[in-house]
């Protein structure tokens, strides 16, 4: 199974960006989907995530302003953020979590990052 994450670039303040994430492979079902970011010097946070049942997560930072959707039939998980702040320059990597024929339970997969600078 792979991810290929996609969407990420130099935006100014008040901009918005999409990102997006589809996982390819020999794939059962997915359980969870999810975006990290990583800012230089500061460890791997979530942004926001999503089960395979609909249900949102969200940091604090992001509940206003982005919006995570995920596309179960294509294995894509999908972030619109609106109003980026510098503050939200970060790599971001998607997640999920993949169930594979005859293998119990899931595993996480990571995709490859994407940068994503938010100009002030």
């Known amino acids: 199974v792979q991810l290929q994450a996609s969407g990420g670039g130099l935006v100014q303040a008040g901009g918005s960006l999409r990102l997006s994430c589809a996982a390819s492979?020999?794939?059962?079902?997915?359980?969870?989907m999810g975006w990290f970011r990583q800012a230089p010097g500061k460890p791997r946070e979530l942004v926001a995530g999503?089960?395979?049942?609909?249900?949102?997560t969200y940091a604090d930072y992001a509940q206003a302003r982005f919006n995570i959707s995920r596309d179960l039939a294509k294995n894509t998980v999908t972030l619109e953020m609106n109003s980026l702040q510098h503050e939200d320059t970060a790599v971001y990597y998607c997640?999920?979590?993949?169930?594979?024929?005859?293998?119990?339970?899931?595993?996480?997969?990571w995709g490859q990052g994407t940068l994503v600078t938010v100009s002030s």
């Open positions: 997640n999920q979590a993949v169930v594979e024929s005859g293998r119990p339970g899931s595993i996480n997969y």
């Open positions: 492979g020999v794939i059962f079902g997915i359980n969870s």
């Open positions: 999503v089960t395979s049942y609909g249900s949102a």
